[in-house]
């Protein structure tokens, strides 16, 4: 299983990004994704979820934040909204092996994609 995210990038507080996970090697359909990110010194923490059918943020996205995903293009989408300094940090996608949305459940990260907000 192979995941790449893409989409980061240099933008002002207020602005907007859309980041793009790309998956192969598995039966895309059937699968839970998540999008996590990690800020400089801190732990990496979950942001959203997507399944076949439910969605799930973090409160501090929510709102803002919109998780989507295409089956026809084996692809998983994060649309960021009213960026805020706080949300910079390196967003990975990840495929969900397990049952409860916490890191340990995830596997096959990507490389990672930086945002980076500017206020």
């Known amino acids: 299983v192979q995941l790449q995210a893409s989409g980061g990038g240099l933008v002002q507080a207020g602005g907007s990004l859309r980041l793009s996970c790309a998956a192969s090697?598995?039966?895309?359909?059937?699968?839970?994704f998540g999008w996590f990110r990690q800020a400089p010194g801190k732990e990496r923490e979950f942001v959203a979820a997507?399944?076949?059918?439910?969605?799930y943020y973090t409160d501090s996205v929510k709102g803002r934040f919109t998780i989507s995903r295409d089956n026809a293009k084996n692809t998983v989408y994060l649309q960021m909204t009213s960026l805020k300094p706080e949300d910079t940090a390196l967003y990975y996608c990840a495929v969900m092996y397990g049952n409860r949305l916490r890191e340990t459940d995830f596997g096959s990260w990507g490389q990672g994609t930086q945002v980076t907000v500017s206020s």
């Open positions: 090697g598995l039966t895309f359909s059937g699968y839970t």
């Open positions: 997507i399944t076949w059918s439910s969605t």
